[in-house]
């Protein structure tokens, strides 16, 4: 029989948009040994994740919770659990997870219009508010940080215009949370996914989600409670269509989420507890200061980066501070260039998609992986990649810039 | 600011029909870092945890992989793929979780019809095949082992009858993969699901899934490549009515799970760890002598219980090996005695659902959970907790008659 080694994972420095590396401490979290998932020390870690979550979200919202699957699990969950067959979705694309959201509204059956904005740029909120005002859809789906271009959409004044026509705003805010704030109240956002993966650094496996009223008043019109489970009073609530999925079924996630405790699914209880541990590091650390760690070592990033004489990709009035596009120098294999890197730095970076595919790489600085020891190491390997590939790059220059950005703030 | 304890769960001894004990090797294994998802080191990972899953399936289907979610992530994602509107389906239900393939396949649009056995029996194979031939349904979906009433139905027949039929048979062995033989090929099972938080002892969050090339071929109708990542050559062979979730659709998740690497979710690498070092164990220790572990323990714990005086509920004929029903006595309240292991014993047994609620226990015995020690573990606590609610049961019996059984099988 053949035989399979034992788990013996190379050192990597991982500088992607995701999955980033994660805190030794949520790793340690994963490796306590399992509770039931109605032991009530099991369903207290529950209730106190999404505590922590609210925090997090900036929300006073009852409903924040994960969803046991990745970031886009969380997204197809509240939208399938929200649109109703001829629901009319607005999804203004800027990237490659703006299609995402079309691509899952169109197969929950929404009628779906889009406004599209060359990659690079985002929209400015005025044309995103017109365009509601002319046709209010029943949703509007938006990106909050597009990691596929490297550009952030401001929300405050989309959030105020939907609340006043009564459209519900999903935000994908996958890429950003826990790396810049993401103010769910504040801004008016009726539900907005999270992910584990980014500045979280927790593995990738659940999607933390949170929504308010409007949407669970919407959620409880389709409510059906599981066959198997039902009692004769049961159902009665149901008065619009039955939600397409079972497993993304909100209505039901919150009977489990809350004391009823009504079985559905067995909670992950390993990723519970990295969850829950990876929410307490981002609280002990403090949300403010988290995102300004993450502003600052972006600073020496790009400080590094364009002192060696690569250009950047994108608009800098919108860049999200986690991701740094940079556009390959002409004539340069960027897959090479991202090989060596890993290869012989243990360094891992990434390209990017569609139209960018082959034109960019994509450098993260989210969560853990968010250091200046990461920092400085792949700027100094990024430069002898290149050197090592006869890109006419300055020499000696990247590395001390970002030196120079650390050694004032440390001032 | 509220602070949050370190985590700290309390030792428990999981006798539950899942989440069950799980092995400190595969703890261990999720404590490992991260790789990026599409290193070639992960990647390869990947690949020999598909080899793996075909091994424990017993089949040579080359789709063999995880869903990333828990067990129903992996039959909805099996349904939501195969059934297009108006797809009839035929579900035989003996316990909750043949009214769960009911409630999934509804919501995918499939008009769906019913057998109903009482709960504690399973259905003569005749029946069923009496029943496709009169008329054959698109899908035969059936449960293998229901954890909510202990029974187990016998496949091999009934997955002869749908071949001849051209019925796809569609299986959830959610409870059984890895504790009993699940014989995919030889039994003629064309789409079958697994669980991880059962017999093979690894944390819930991941769906082992296989199917054969009569599933792809259906599939392969309804394929359409993500919006983000199409080209223009791409979505030609869509012929089929395109399927209703993206998380779910298993022709994209096959273009993620092949050489092609095309990007969907991100793969829950920890789970993904988890899940390959658990199937090593089960390889390691060998398919038939886990089976053989899984009925040796069975037959200490039944025999413990009844010297007890305790009875069995269900039909012994097919009673599953991991999971012991046991009727709970007159004026016994069963919750109250499950309170009473769990708080003053750490020991977890669990209650059921609908018509079985407040009758019965059910104790798991399986994985990393089935062993000696914790079969006379709890055959102790569970005639001190009876003896402590004044149940007439025959005392110091019940852990003889497991040793007798032990020490027998030593010899």
Known sequence: MKTYKDLSPSPRTIMTPGPVEVDPRVLRAMSFPILGQFDPEFTALMNETMEMLRTVFYTENHWAYPIDGTSRSGIEAVLTS???????????????????????????GAEVTTLEQEWGKVFDPA????????HPPTILALVHGETSTGCMQPLEEIGKACRELDVLLVVDAVATLGGTKVAVDEWQLDAVIGGTQKCLSIPSGMAPITYNQRVADKIAKRKK?????????ADTALTGRAIQSNYFDLSQLQDYWSPVRLNHHTEATSMLYALREGLRIVLEEGLEARFQRH?????????GLTQMGLSL?????????????????????????RQMLLHQFGIEIASSFGPLQGKIWRIGTMGYSCNQKNVLHLLGALEATLLRHQVPIHPGLAVQAALDVYEQEQR
């Open 82 to 108: 929200l649109i109703e067959p001829g629901d009319t979705v607005l999804v203004p694309i800027y990237g490659r997870f703006g299609h995402l959201l079309v691509e899952i509204s169109e197969r929950c």
């Open 127 to 134: 044309q995103i508010i017109q365009q509601i005002r002319k």
């Open 225 to 233: 409670v599981e066959r198997g489970l039902r009692t004769a009073e």
């Open 295 to 303: 502003k600052r070592h972006e600073r020496a990033l790009v400080a």
């Open 313 to 337: 990709f994108g608009d800098p009035h919108c860049k999200m501070p986690m991701v740094t596009c940079v556009l390959i120098p002409d004539k340069v294999d960027g897959e090479s260039v």
